[in-house]
C-alpha cells in the first residue's frame, strides 16, 4: 500500500510540473488545459486554482451518473493544482526557441511518466476520465463521447483565449505511446493487456483495486475497444486522447 501511495502523489505532483513546462514553452497545450488556460486569463485566477475548481465541477457530475470516486480521483483534483501552480512558481519562461521547445518536449514526456506513475497506483480515475466512462457506459460509443468532449472543451478553451500550437499536436501524438509504454511498468502488478490507441493516453490495462470498491470493467482514454480491468485504476484526467 505505501508503495502505490508513494507512486500515486509522485505522478500526480509530476503530471502538476509537466503541465507547467508546456506552459512555459508557451508552444500550445493540450486540450483541458487550453480550457483551463483560458478561464484562467478571463479571471485572473491562478492556473492551479482554475485546474482544482475544473475538477470539482467534473466531480459534481459524477453523482447523478452515479459514478464513485477512490482517493486518486480526489487527489487528482487538488494535487495537481497546486503542484502546476508551484512549479510555475520556480520554472522561467525561456525565450529561445530551442529552449521552448525543449521544455515541451520534457513536459510530453513527464507527463507519459507521470500517467504511468498515477494509473499503476490503482487509486480511481480522474475526474475528466470518469466522466468520459460513466457517459460512455450509458450506451454511447466511447470514440464519441472522447471526442465530443475534447473537441468542446478545446474548442471553449480557444474561446476563452487558451493556447492552441504545434504543441497541441504534438502532445496529441506523443501521449499514446508514451503512456503505452510506462503504465505497464509502473503498475503495481502486471498488466494483463495494453494497446494504445492513435491519437491517446494508451489501452486498457489490469491496476489494482480502489480500497473499498468493486471489480468491473473500466477502459482507459481510447476509442478502442473495452478488455477486462481489475478495480478502478483507469487514466488520469487525459490518458486517452481524441484530444490529447
Known amino acids: 500500500m505505501s508503495s502505490r501511495l508513494v507512486k500515486l502523489y509522485a505522478g500526480l505532483v509530476l503530471f502538476g510540473v509537466s503541465m507547467a513546462l508546456m506552459l512555459r514553452a508557451r508552444l500550445g497545450l493540450d486540450s483541458w488545459d487550453v480550457l483551463h488556460q483560458g478561464i484562467s486569463r478571463r479571471t485572473g485566477l491562478p492556473f492551479g486554482w482554475v485546474v482544482i475548481a475544473v475538477g470539482a465541477l467534473v466531480l459534481l457530475v459524477w453523482v447523478p451518473l452515479r459514478q464513485r470516486p ?13 503542484a502546476v501552480d508551484a512549479a510555475l512558481d520556480v520554472l522561467p519562461a525561456p525565450s529561445p526557441m530551442w529552449a521552448r521547445v525543449g521544455f515541451l518536449a520534457v513536459g510530453i514526456v513527464a507527463n507519459g511518466v507521470a500517467t504511468g506513475l498515477y ?8 475526474p475528466r476520465d470518469g466522466l468520459m466512462t460513466a457517459l460512455a457506459a450509458r450506451g454511447h460509443s466511447i470514440r464519441l463521447v472522447r471526442t465530443s468532449i475534447e473537441v468542446t472543451v478545446l474548442g471553449a478553451g480557444w474561446l476563452l483565449g487558451g493556447s492552441v500550437g504545434v504543441g497541441t ?23 494483463t493487456s495494453a494497446s494504445a490507441g492513435s491519437s491517446g493516453r494508451s489501452g486498457w490495462a489490469s491496476v489494482p483495486a480502489a480500497p ?3 471489480n468491473r470493467q473500466q477502459p482507459t482514454r481510447t476509442g478502442c475497444a473495452p478488455r477486462s480491468t481489475t478495480g478502478t485504476g483507469t487514466v488520469d484526467r487525459s490518458s486517452c486522447l481524441a484530444r490529447a
Open 70 to 82: 477512490g482517493l486518486g480521483t480526489v487527489s487528482n483534483v487538488i494535487v495537481v493544482g497546486l
Open 212 to 214: 473499498g470498491i468493486g
Open 169 to 191: 499536436v504534438a502532445y496529441a501524438l506523443a501521449i499514446g505511446p508514451l503512456a503505452h509504454y510506462f503504465i505497464p511498468r509502473f503498475a503495481a502488478r502486471p498488466m
Open 119 to 126: 494509473i499503476g497506483a490503482g487509486f480511481g480515475p480522474g
